[in-house]
């Protein structure tokens, strides 16, 4: 007896959209510079007590059309992996992404780890033709971008 091969068909839906209300007014009209971003991303994530990660996903003209907080993690750490990161840049049509976290701890620094896996996403977003804008890091009283600093 010869046993049929069954084949799952795969529809990939859009994403659930929330939309806050409380931010909307905050949100940039467009992302002109580092400064912008900075801005905006303090207001959603800058008093959390761990570290989030977010993703913008922009269009073209570098207007947000998504944002997905693609990790939570402890106080000091977050696990980040370009499989979640990129999920929502692709399904949302993003044309690149700005990445961003936040420093519970109150101090921006950046650590050898923020390098390595801003470069990590950067170089997975050139295979995949989106671009990685920026890897910003906030805290509640300041913010501060891999791009302007020349790390990434």
């Known amino acids: 007896m010869k046993l049929e091969k069954m084949i799952e068909i795969v529809r990939i839906k859009q994403e659930i959209r929330e939309v806050e209300e409380a931010y909307t007014s905050l949100l940039p009209k467009q992302i002109r510079s580092s400064q912008d971003a900075i801005s905006f991303i303090k207001a959603l994530i800058a008093e959390e007590d761990r570290e989030v990660f977010l993703v913008l996903c922009l269009n073209v003209k570098n207007e947000v059309i998504a944002i997905h ?18 999920k929502s840049a692709i399904l949302n049509n993003a044309g690149s992404i700005m990445v961003a976290h936040n420093h519970p701890s109150g101090n921006c620094q950046y650590s050898p780890e923020d390098i390595e896996v801003s470069k990590r996403l950067k170089g997975a977003g050139e295979i995949m033709g989106i671009e990685v804008l920026d890897s910003i890091i906030v805290s509640h009283s300041d913010g501060y971008s891999l791009r302007e600093k020349g790390m990434i």
């Open 69 to 86: 907080k693609s990790h939570v993690g402890s106080l000091n750490a977050s696990i980040v992996h370009p499989r979640e990161v990129f």
